[in-house]
């Protein structure tokens, strides 16, 4: 079955942002002039997904306002409410009656990818697999604690070819250094089976009171049923400020309209 829908999880306040998220939610925050949740929305459409479902707090209606705003002809976007903060694996939960019993696409805003590539490897090998299909990027082993840790099946980890496809074996949701499984971690797009929710009902809430999705990536890596892409994706993490400052310098300096200007500037201010 085709992967017509994308879920993007909105619900959190951008605590990191005060006070500028008192006004504006972090997901539309400007990456020079587009907010970051339109590179998202345009990733999922340039993927083949037609619809767009953002999960979202009542807290925040102009995620609601720009939403209904966000529709094209090649994709639909519209929204649920998670009106508890309970975690990601809470927040697909909340987007189940929307998405059906289909397969469906997860990508964290707060991730913006340098183009649709590895999203379309997802759903690729999801297709061709038949099994949930996750995003995965080498770290150096400081950084693993930050992610969603994954063990690989024997020899793949050694693997030295770039967006190399893996069968996962175990999930750790941010492990401590000395229980890190390896130094491949999850980034922010999934391509998930309806199967899901069925694990996401099982699991249990962390002892922060939230319903973590690698719990329930972990049952289906314990049922073969969990593979993924291990990428060297431009990627820029927008749910820090130095990463949303950077990428609004690199992603700036790519653009025809401004980055000659934006480069001479830097050149002259730090060639001082």
Known sequence: MAVRTAVIPAAGMGTRFLPATRATPKELLPIYDTPALQFVIDEAAQAGCTRVVIVTSRAKPSIENYASAASTDKVAVSVVYQDSPLGLGHAVTCAHQAVGNEPFLVMLPDEIMGDASLTKQLIALYEQSGKSSIGLKRVAVAEVSNYGNV??????????????????????????????????????????????????????????????????????????????????????????????????????????????????????????
């Not at 069968?167 to 492990?175: F, G, M, W, Y």
């Not at 099982?202 to 990428?231: C, R």
């Open 151 to 272: 063990k690989v099946a024997s020899g793949a980890s050694d693997a030295s070819s770039t967006d190399s496809s893996v069968a996962i074996l175990q999930v750790v949701e941010k492990p401590k250094l000395a229980a890190a499984v390896s130094d491949i971690v999850i980034i922010g797009r999934y391509v998930l089976s309806p199967k899901v929710f069925e694990k996401l009902e099982q699991i249990k809430p962390s002892s922060n009171g939230e319903l973590q999705l690698t719990d329930a990536l972990a049952m289906l890596a314990s049922e073969n049923a969990l593979v993924g892409v291990v990428s060297e994706i431009t990627r820029y993490d927008t749910g820090t400020p130095m990463g949303l400052l950077r990428a609004v310098i690199e992603i700036a300096l790519e653009r025809k309209d401004i980055g000659p200007q934006l480069n001479s500037w830097l050149k002259e201010k730090f060639n001082k």
